[in-house]
């Protein structure tokens, strides 16, 4: 049964909704609604203009209205007075094809029409700075070595426990935090969920932190690489699928014999031809995980100080190891390493469903199973091939890539390749002080 959204907010003392959405760059988009005009919201929408956001809208097109899914709704655990509402985006009736919720929705529906229930869980690492943003907000987080730092973690704790408390509150089973392999950088996990709910999470993981950690007097980043010289914000995604969404999923599709750590791996065979699927067009989907000029820092990137940047190079799989780009930590799911924390909430699901039911279609072969170190021994695998070395390489293969364009949608593709075409454009007209360096007394 829906919810009444007015109802709601009588019951639980809600005086805003905050409508919200996400466009193409990944940001999130806002109206905030006095509860006593949210009835005929949650049946129209809220009117946005669509131009004055990343969604490759014009000024001229009709009003864009987020209607709200009320299935969604979270009162912000730090302000229970406001309730936040993921919505998708209409135009004149249609869904509007491009929007990133809208992407994942249909990619979802195709997956259930063969069967497929995908569930995943994701790992947004993050940094706490100073409110500038350029530097750690922490002095003494100085350690060569800082992951699952000790002191570090709890001279942070008022804020991590803060987040972790209110996904509690909020009922995702958070399981762990830690210090993560960066000064600065922290990780909080909780239970993976089916695709859109994890999504939804995903996003409101990202604007829960960064309110957080803005009343402490930080500010949050998930920005992939924040920091030259130590290692990014990596999202890695872990996948399974499953027979029924929800609580009536039982049997875990992709669950196969073996450990996943010597041996066979423990994917099936339609776990290993989704697998195929993502080797098959990971040059491609990095234009989607990957998706900024930043995130180019992180991947392929020389050894940071703490000695390893645990971000892939190479498009290779692996059992329980962490220098490939895919890992099978154990049965039945696999981990998908190269997205970072730049990468959209939705398209990154959208573009792993994308890339798995044509792997099944096809009936992929993931190739080798390498069981090395990648970082000291790379070069030993012969015709691995090298993740994009920065954004328009990876457009470039996006663009190439019919299949997974088409599986995308069309007016996804255009939109999304046009958006970002032009602000690769807007990065190489930019002077930088390398330029000078390299070139002034040439
Ligand atoms: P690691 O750091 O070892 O990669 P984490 O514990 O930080 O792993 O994160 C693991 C993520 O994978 C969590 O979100 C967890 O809920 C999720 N996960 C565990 N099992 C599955 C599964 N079968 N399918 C999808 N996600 C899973
Ligand atoms: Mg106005
Ligand atoms: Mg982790
Ligand atoms: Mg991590
Ligand atoms: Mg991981």
Avoid at 31 to 60: E, H, N, R, S, Y
Avoid at 221 to 247: Q, R, Y
Wanted: aromatic content about 10%.
């Amino acid at each position: 049964m829906t919810q009444d959204l007015a109802e709601f907010a009588a019951k639980n003392g809600v005086k805003y909704f905050m409508i919200s959405f996400t466009d193409l760059f990944g940001y999130q988009r806002a109206k905030l609604v006095p509860a006593q005009a949210i009835a005929d919201m949650q049946k129209d929408g809220a009117g946005f203009a669509g131009f004055a956001t990343w969604l490759d809208l014009t000024p001229a097109h009709p009003d864009m209205l987020a209607v709200p899914d009320p299935s969604s709704v979270i009162q912000l655990p730090w302000k229970p007075e406001v309730a936040w509402l993921a919505s998708n985006c209409v135009m004149e009736d249609a869904p509007v094809a491009q929007a990133p919720r809208n992407v994942l929705s249909r990619l979802i529906d195709e997956a259930a029409e063969e069967g497929l229930h995908v569930k995943t869980g994701v790992e947004a690492e993050f940094f706490l700075l100073t409110p500038e943003g350029d530097e750690i907000s922490d002095p003494f987080d100085t350690a060569a070595k800082p992951c699952y730092d000790q002191q570090a973690v709890m001279r942070r704790y008022e804020v991590v426990r803060e987040i972790c408390d209110y996904m509690l509150e909020l009922g995702w089973n958070p399981y762990q935090n830690d210090h993560e392999d960066a000064n600065g950088q922290f990780e909080m996990n909780w239970d993976f969920d089916d695709v859109m709910k994890t999504a939804d999470k995903h996003s409101f993981f990202k604007f829960m932190t960064k309110s957080v950690a803005e009343k402490h007097g930080f500010r949050a980043t998930f920005m992939p690489k924040p920091i030259e010289g130590l290692t990014g914000n990596g999202c890695h995604a872990h996948i399974s699928v499953w027979d029924e969404p929800g609580d009536k999923a039982k049997t875990n599709v992709f669950a196969g014999e073996g450990e996943g750590q010597t041996g066979e791996v423990g994917l099936s065979e339609r776990g290993k031809h989704f697998l195929g699927g993502i080797m098959k067009h990971a040059s491609a989907l990095a234009a989607i995980t990957n998706p900024t000029v930043n995130s180019y820092k992180r991947i392929n990137a020389p050894r940071t100080t703490s000695g390893a940047t645990w971000a892939p190079n190479t498009v290779t799989w692996t059992g329980n190891n962490r220098t490939h780009m895919v890992r099978v930590p154990g049965p039945g799911r696999f981990e998908l390493r190269l997205p970072d924390g730049a990468a959209n909430p939705y398209l990154l699901q959208a573009v792993i469903i994308a890339a798995g039911l044509s792997g099944i279609r096809s009936k992929a072969d993931p190739g080798k199973r390498h069981d090395i170190d990648m970082y000291a021994e790379g070069h030993k695998v012969r015709g691995a091939p090298k993740l994009p070395l920065n954004m328009l390489d990876a457009l470039r293969d996006y663009d190439r890539d019919k299949e997974l364009k088409a599986a995308m949608g069309e007016d996804f593709s255009r939109a999304y390749l046009k958006m970002k075409r032009e602000e690769w454009n807007s990065f190489v007209q930019h002077f930088s002080r390398w330029e000078r360096e390299h070139t002034l007394d040439i």
